[in-house]
Each structure stands twice: as structure tokens, then as C-alpha cells.
């Protein structure tokens, strides 16, 4: 199609060349990663978190217990509100700048405060956090942007909750 348009001037051939010298120089690198990826990656982290504080607190039976299916649940639910956050952080022009992984840590964090996920799990995820060098200012920014985020798209009461992330303006 890009070569029918150039109107003979350049081939498939030499499109075709051209992109695989781009898609070089760049290293491959041509999907940035999103907050979403960073979720996807960091979930499994903490559900081993989970895993091991089952294990060492919950007897020798094998069966399986109230307490692991409680943190099952609460992790589930912790990775959805996690989800729904970075889906809602696209709306908002506050995280234009912000790392991909800032948001998806605030994300974890923020979900983790409205379910029940210990401390010393939250504990490790954030040395794990700090071990990458993640930015954890910019994580609190993110993590105050996306509480006011939630509230105003998840209002209590039927209130009405405004937004300032959000201008009605125009």
C-alpha cells in the first residue's frame, strides 16, 4: 500500500528494507510497556508473597483452608480494582508523564488498602519495588490521583463526587 502511494518511487522491497534497518537501530524495542504490563508481571510476585505467608503460618494439613481461600479471593479482587485503576488513569491528563510503572505500583498499592492483604506482603512488594528503583514519590502521586480517580468514578451514597483531575470545561 506505502509503495502504491509513493507511485513507483520506492519499492516493497526498498520499504521493507527500510523498516527492518528501523525495527534494528530501535533494537527491537517497539512496544513500550504499559501500567497494565506491569501488573501482569508484578501480580505473580506478590501471589508468591502470598503463597509463602500461607505456608508458614496454616497448619500441616494440606487440605485446603478458609485462610487461603480468603487471600485468594482478596488477591483476585486486589488485581481487578488494580485493572479498573490503570484502565481509569488513561482518562486523566495527570498521567501523561508518569512511568508506566509508577502507575501500576500506585495501582497495586491503592487496591491493597481496600482489601485485605497483610502488611508484611505489602512489606516485600515494596522492597521489591525499591530493589527496580521505582520512583516512590512519584508512585504517592499517582496512588493520590487514582484514590481521587475511584472516588469520583465509584461515587458512595449516590452522591455526586467531582473529579479535579476531570474539568467539565472545554
Sequence with gaps: MIASMCKGEVTVSQIETMELQIMKDLQWHLFPPTPM????NLYPLLNASLS????????TSR?????EDDMDRDLQDSLDLSTFLVELSVCAYPFIMAKPS?????AMLYSFDQFDIPQD????FTDICSQYDVD????ETCGTFLGDLHQAAMPQDDKEVSCPLISDEE
Design 102 to 106: 509508577s502507575i501500576a505500583v500506585a
Design 37 to 40: 504490563n506491569f501488573i501482569d
Design 136 to 139: 516512590m514519590t512519584e508512585v
Design 63 to 67: 487440605k485446603r483452608s478458609r485462610q
Design 121 to 124: 506482603v505489602r512489606r516485600n
Design 52 to 59: 509463602s505467608e500461607i505456608t508458614t503460618s496454616s497448619s
